[in-house]
């Protein structure tokens, strides 16, 4: 199991269009057979601050996830929409419920 969470600043006058975006990237990745989650969270406290909760079988998984055309389209349209780069953290799973190790 391969984990990434990606953290997000997106700047305020693209909220909508960043969340519409997301909302079709995740709906198409989820798709992908070798994607067993992805979560899009947006922080409680400041809502210009977006989560990313990416579960894949495999590294090469996510290596196939960035080629998929949906994927290249979300990022290249929201790029611009970001106050900051975005960070991606590789984990590695310890206890997750519902997911074999």
Do not use: C
Not at 23 to 31: Q, R, T
């Amino acid at each position: 199991m391969h984990i990434v969470h990606v953290y997000i600043h997106v700047k305020s006058q693209f909220l909508e269009d960043f969340i519409s975006s997301t909302l079709e990237n995740a709906a198409n990745s989820i798709a992908e057979p070798g994607i067993l989650r992805f979560d899009f969270m947006q922080q409680a406290d400041d809502p210009e601050r977006f989560t990313l909760i990416e579960i894949y079988r495999t590294p090469e998984d996510q290596a196939a996830h960035r080629e998929t055309a949906h994927y290249q389209k979300w990022r290249d349209k929201v790029a611009p929409m970001m106050a900051e780069s975005r960070i991606g953290i590789k984990q590695k799973p310890i206890f997750i419920k519902d997911f074999p190790e």
